[in-house]
């Protein structure tokens, strides 16, 4: 392509660049100066720079590893979870949506819901008074847990990211479901599979790339969780619900620890890229 | 037939526990503040509707109205002009494979990253330029938050309009621009309204950005509804609460259930060319 014509398709893409430039790029160099500075609210616009010592801060922390260990492990959870059930009902119900294509919008419901509102439904339906879930755990079993403590809020917030994401999982597994040609189950019929063998010898083998996607999809969103947590259980009983993203956001905003936070964040960027990276090697060589 | 049977069980309890949080919120936000102390089940002995006149009331602290309206015009900023200028720019990926093989990738994975990265230079940001607590400025960082899937959605649909149109239109003496906004757009147009169905809904449905970024003037609906769960003096009034989080929740749920085909479309062409 010579360079007028490279200029020319250039021309097309300048303003998003420009604006993702403007918007991504500058806020980035922002956070590189400022993560190697000392700096406060008050000194916002003269930062003075004083080496790594705010990575050595969050580095040293014991509250940022605990918040890598929670992303982390409620990253991998829900993923595995949400892509369990949801490939499960996917495969179980795929001749119920064959013909009723709107049953897919009541299984998608919960995608179109804020996950923050979503969280704060469950700060009613979980409650000890007034909620639903206590109200028949008591009538029924005579007890009910308290959803939100040190122990189990780790496990009630699993329960209800995998209870909104699942329908995502599904999705995606019902269209490569769909997606298998015909032809392909007609000759594995006429060689006389059975459905179980057509499962795991067929579907999944040929569903397999939608699975890693939906995976690492789902655990990219786990891992970087905000809103549903923050408005159920903020950081947590004893900080026991503390994500990374929670973990950024109350150094800055509740201990205006700017140098610290926005060195939690570059740490953060680099990990996460790094992840996306070896993810997309991952999928790239599997694609070929 | 029993087999049909059990697909209907397990679709109805699925369907049940899924979207269990809506129906509750939905079934408490018509019972009256006395019934909700008295009755937390999954049924409405008298039902009523002042909670939702409730929330309807404007007070000094709490502005329905303003929050409904915040994140209206946010998201239509975030959402048309993600698509204004993702568009030109999809073009060129889908004709000239001008930048598929860094912009492209590097614009999709930033669908990925924990937005909390960028959150605390652009808070800085825009409080330099006074862009803090806006809907312009809300609505700027919805652009942001839009742009990846946009340009997934609008590259493939332009990569199945025939090149002959376009060389047809070259032929004429049409330039690049003309050709974009006469010929491609209009048959894109499925595809534009996707994208914008979908960006409206995530850009209603954001919650960080509105969080950190405005304090009053410009507070969207997900932040605005979280407010009425610290409502000053006496506990939370769980009925109002009830009553706002539908109300926050009922215009991407009624958008997502008018364009659920579109929308499972784009979502899983999305995740499989992400």
Request: one cysteine or more; a positive charge.
């Given at each position: 392509?010579d360079?007028?014509?490279?200029?020319?398709?250039?021309?097309?893409?300048a303003?998003?660049?420009?604006?993702?430039l403007?918007f991504?790029?500058?806020?980035?160099?922002?956070?590189?100066?400022?993560?190697?500075?000392?700096?406060?609210?008050?000194?916002?616009?003269?930062?003075?720079?004083?080496?790594?010592?705010?990575?050595?801060?969050?580095?040293?922390?014991?509250?940022?590893?605990?918040?890598?260990w929670?992303?982390?492990?409620?990253?991998?959870?829900?993923?595995?979870?949400?892509?369990?059930?949801?490939?499960v009902l996917?495969?179980?119900?795929?001749?119920?949506?064959?013909?009723?294509?709107w049953?897919?919008?009541?299984?998608?419901?919960?995608?179109?819901?804020?996950p923050a509102?979503?969280?704060?439904?469950?700060?009613l339906?979980?409650?000890?008074?007034?909620?639903?879930?206590?109200?028949?755990?008591?009538?029924?079993?005579?007890?009910?847990?308290?959803?939100?403590?040190?122990?189990?809020?780790?496990?009630?917030?699993?329960?209800?990211?995998?209870?909104?994401?699942?329908?995502f999982?599904?999705?995606?597994?019902?269209?490569?479901?769909?997606?298998?040609?015909?032809d392909?189950?007609?000759?594995?019929?006429?060689?006389?599979?059975?459905?179980?063998?057509?499962?795991?010898?067929?579907?999944?083998?040929?569903?397999?790339p939608?699975?890693?996607?939906?995976?690492?999809?789902?655990?990219?969103?786990?891992?970087?969780?905000?809103?549903?947590?923050?408005?159920?259980?903020?950081?947590?009983?004893?900080g026991?619900?503390?994500?990374?993203s929670?973990?950024?956001?109350?150094?800055?905003?509740?201990?205006?620890?700017?140098?610290?936070?926005?060195?939690?964040?570059?740490?953060?960027?680099?990990?996460?890229?790094?992840?996306?990276?070896?993810?997309?090697?991952?999928?790239?060589?599997?694609?070929? | 037939?029993?087999?049909?049977?059990?697909?209907?069980?397990?679709?109805?309890?699925?369907?049940?526990?899924?979207?269990?949080?809506v129906?509750?919120?939905?079934?408490?936000?018509?019972?009256?503040s006395?019934?909700?102390?008295?009755?937390?089940?999954?049924?409405?002995?008298?039902?009523?509707?002042?909670?939702y006149?409730a929330?309807?009331?404007v007070?000094?602290?709490?502005?329905?109205?303003?929050?409904?309206?915040?994140?209206?015009v946010?998201?239509?900023?975030?959402?048309?002009?993600?698509?204004v200028?993702?568009?030109?720019a999809?073009?060129?990926v889908?004709?000239?494979?001008?930048?598929?093989?860094m912009?492209m990738?590097?614009?999709?994975?930033?669908?990925?990253?924990?937005?909390?990265?960028f959150?605390?230079p652009i808070?800085?940001?825009?409080?330099?330029?006074?862009?803090?607590?806006?809907?312009?400025?809300?609505?700027?960082?919805?652009?942001?938050?839009?742009?990846?899937?946009?340009?997934?959605i609008?590259?493939?649909?332009?990569?199945?309009?025939p090149?002959?149109l376009?060389?047809?239109?070259?032929?004429?003496?049409?330039?690049?621009t003309?050709?974009?906004?006469t010929?491609?757009?209009?048959?894109?147009?499925?595809?534009?309204v996707?994208?914008?169905i979908?960006?409206?809904?995530?850009?209603?449905n954001?919650?960080?950005?509105?969080?950190?970024?405005?304090?009053?003037?410009?507070v969207?609906?997900?932040?605005?509804?979280?407010?009425f769960?610290s409502?000053?003096?006496?506990?939370?009034?769980?009925?109002?609460?009830?009553?706002?989080?539908?109300?926050?929740?009922?215009?991407?749920?009624?958008?997502g259930?008018?364009m659920?085909?579109?929308?499972?479309?784009?979502?899983?062409a999305?995740?499989?060319?992400?």
């Amino acid at each position: 392509m010579d360079t007028r014509r490279h200029l020319e398709w250039g021309v097309l893409s300048a303003p998003m660049v420009i604006f993702l430039l403007l918007f991504l790029g500058f806020p980035a160099l922002v956070n590189i100066v400022y993560s190697l500075s000392s700096v406060s609210f008050q000194t916002l616009r003269s930062p003075e720079l004083s080496g790594f010592s705010n990575y050595v801060t969050v580095l040293t922390d014991g509250n940022f590893w605990r918040a890598i260990w929670f992303s982390l492990r409620f990253g991998t959870i829900t993923a595995l979870a949400e892509c369990l059930i949801g490939f499960v009902l996917a495969i179980f119900l795929a001749p119920l949506f064959e013909k009723r294509s709107w049953l897919l919008a009541i299984i998608m419901l919960p995608l179109m819901v804020a996950p923050a509102l979503v969280g704060l439904m469950y700060r009613l339906v979980l409650h000890e008074f007034v909620g639903p879930v206590p109200h028949y755990l008591w009538a029924w079993f005579g007890s009910a847990p308290a959803f939100l403590n040190a122990t189990n809020a780790f496990w009630t917030l699993v329960v209800v990211e995998t209870l909104q994401w699942t329908p995502f999982a599904f999705l995606l597994f019902y269209m490569a479901y769909r997606a298998i040609p015909f032809d392909v189950r007609e000759a594995a019929q006429m060689d006389g599979s059975s459905a179980w063998d057509m499962l795991w010898r067929i579907e999944i083998p040929l569903m397999a790339p939608t699975i890693a996607i939906a995976l690492f999809i789902r655990f990219i969103d786990g891992f970087r969780v905000f809103d549903n947590v923050y408005v159920l259980t903020g950081s947590g009983p004893g900080g026991s619900t503390r994500s990374l993203s929670i973990y950024v956001y109350e150094a800055f905003f509740r201990q205006g620890e700017i140098g610290p936070a926005v060195a939690a964040s570059v740490l953060l960027f680099i990990a996460s890229f790094a992840v996306l990276f070896a993810i997309n090697q991952g999928l790239a060589r599997r694609a070929r | 037939m029993i087999v049909t049977a059990l697909r209907w069980v397990v679709f109805a309890i699925a369907a049940f526990a899924l979207n269990f949080p809506v129906i509750a919120t939905l079934v408490t936000s018509f019972k009256s503040s006395r019934e909700i102390a008295t009755n937390p089940g999954l049924w409405i002995q008298a039902p009523t509707l002042e909670n939702y006149i409730a929330v309807l009331q404007v007070t000094d602290r709490l502005n329905i109205f303003a929050y409904l309206w915040n994140s209206t015009v946010a998201a239509l900023i975030g959402t048309t002009l993600a698509i204004v200028l993702a568009f030109p720019a999809a073009y060129a990926v889908a004709r000239a494979g001008y930048g598929r093989r860094m912009l492209m990738p590097l614009i999709v994975n930033l669908r990925a990253l924990p937005l909390i990265i960028f959150a605390i230079p652009i808070y800085m940001m825009f409080q330099w330029v006074g862009l803090l607590d806006t809907q312009l400025g809300l609505g700027l960082i919805l652009v942001v938050v839009n742009l990846p899937l946009a340009l997934v959605i609008l590259v493939n649909a332009i990569s199945e309009i025939p090149v002959e149109l376009d060389e047809a239109a070259l032929m004429d003496g049409a330039g690049r621009t003309k050709i974009i906004t006469t010929i491609i757009a209009p048959v894109c147009r499925s595809a534009i309204v996707t994208t914008f169905i979908f960006g409206f809904i995530t850009a209603w449905n954001e919650f960080l950005f509105g969080l950190m970024l405005t304090t009053r003037q410009a507070v969207p609906m997900t932040v605005g509804a979280s407010f009425f769960f610290s409502s000053g003096g006496g506990g939370i009034q769980w009925g109002t609460a009830s009553a706002v989080m539908i109300v926050a929740a009922l215009p991407p749920a009624v958008l997502g259930l008018v364009m659920y085909r579109q929308i499972s479309r784009s979502l899983t062409a999305g995740a499989v060319k992400g």
